[in-house]
């Protein structure tokens, strides 16, 4: 069994003379986690949270914490090991790839999240390393991570050079906060076309429109067979439609699979979004002048959390 060692740097008061504040080094090893697998599965089938993970793609997104030592002043690292996705995705590479550029037999969780922050930190809001849920996770460092005294977290190893590590610090969770807001929200969508390409290790399909377009899914069933049944069929596909900030169409989490009925061409076209996730701080510039949190009143969007209004909020101080 190969393992491959990543180190984990982490920077701030909440490494003291003792060692880490138990509280921060414990909120570090969870959303370390939560940020992994979200990104293995994203890698792997375009989706952070859709549908029933398979036991390999849950040992796919695994990183067993080995140990850590006080490395400098305020400086913790943190030593991690994995295996290569080739070791623990056999039934994946066995397959033909249903996306192109999918994850590399040497890659580990670990490079596939340096790969995911690079896109955030760029603003690139047409990235398929992301969704709206895994930009959710990122955001949510700042309260759960960086408010408990962690500066920042440097990871290198294997391809993630130590001379330029994966830098994630408050930074980076504001910038997937302002990629968050711009996101359209998910909408009940239907979809019409031939199921052309299916993927039993990830449950992941692709969809080809009359048009020549293609739209990719996840089915949130349990079995491959609704799949394979209706292979090389024209069909329609109900769920959600997930974009990117861009606007772009994702995916669909397809719930529903089923054969065409007459009249059900209509839907034989690439979901748009109707609307998008309201840019709070866009509100505030315009509004400051009108009467400060008066004025934002009835504006905010209710799917807002308590930590996005208070984030915007605080521009106006």
């Known amino acids: 069994m190969t393992t491959v060692e990543?180190?984990?740097?982490?920077?701030?008061?909440?490494?003291?003379?003792?060692?880490?504040?138990?509280?921060?080094?414990?909120?570090?090893?969870?959303?370390?986690e939560y940020s992994l697998h979200g990104a293995v599965d994203m890698a792997f089938r375009r989706a952070s949270g859709a549908g029933r993970?398979?036991?390999?793609?849950?040992?796919?997104?695994?990183?067993?914490?080995?140990?850590?030592?006080?490395?400098?002043?305020?400086?913790?690292?943190?030593?991690?090991?994995?295996?290569?996705?080739?070791?623990?995705?056999?039934?994946?590479?066995?397959?033909?790839?249903?996306?192109?550029?999918?994850?590399?037999?040497?890659?580990?969780?670990?490079?596939?999240?340096?790969?995911?922050v690079s896109d955030v930190l760029n603003k690139r809001t047409n990235s398929e390393r992301y969704d709206i849920g895994l930009l959710k996770r990122f955001q949510k460092l700042r309260s759960s991570v960086f408010d408990k005294d962690v500066s920042e977290l440097l990871i290198s190893g294997h391809r993630i050079d130590a001379a330029t590590p994966c830098r994630i610090e408050p930074a980076f969770a504001s910038l997937a906060q302002e990629l968050y807001l711009q996101t359209p929200i998910p909408a009940r969508v239907?979809?019409?076309?031939?199921?052309?390409?299916?993927?039993?290790?990830?449950?992941?399909?692709?969809?080809?429109?009359?048009?020549?377009?293609r739209v990719r899914g996840v089915w949130k069933g349990e079995e491959f067979e609704t799949?394979?049944?209706?292979?090389?069929?024209e069909i329609v596909a109900s769920g959600?439609?997930?974009?990117?900030?861009?606007?772009?169409?994702?995916r669909v989490d397809a719930d529903s699979l089923?054969?065409?009925?007459p009249g059900d061409g209509f839907f034989a076209t690439v979901p748009v979004p109707m609307g998008g996730k309201l840019d709070l701080k866009s509100l505030v510039r315009e509004q400051k002048k009108r009467g400060g949190i008066a004025a934002m009143w009835g504006q905010i969007a209710a799917e807002e959390s308590d930590e996005e209004f208070l984030a915007a909020v605080a521009e106006m101080d």
Do not use: C
Not at 6 to 31: D, E, F, I, N, Q
Not at 194 to 212: C, R
Not at 240 to 250: E, V
């Open 53 to 116: 993970r398979q036991a390999w793609l849950r040992t796919a997104g695994q990183a067993d914490f080995k140990h850590g030592e006080k490395t400098g002043s305020e400086e913790m690292s943190l030593y991690f090991e994995s295996r290569p996705f080739g070791e623990v995705a056999e039934e994946y590479f066995a397959q033909p790839k249903l996306f192109a550029d999918g994850p590399q037999k040497d890659d580990t969780p670990f490079d596939v999240l340096a790969d995911t």
């Open 6 to 32: 990543h180190k984990v740097v982490m920077h701030g008061r909440a490494v003291r003379s003792g060692g880490a504040v138990p509280a921060a080094a414990g909120a570090v090893l969870t959303h370390l």
């Open 240 to 250: 959600m439609a997930i974009y990117r900030p861009s606007g772009t169409l994702l």
């Open 190 to 213: 239907r979809v019409a076309g031939t199921l052309d390409m299916v993927q039993a290790s990830t449950l992941a399909f692709e969809l080809l429109l009359p048009t020549g377009d």
């Open 227 to 233: 799949l394979r049944r209706l292979a090389n069929t």
């Open 258 to 261: 089923a054969p065409q009925r």
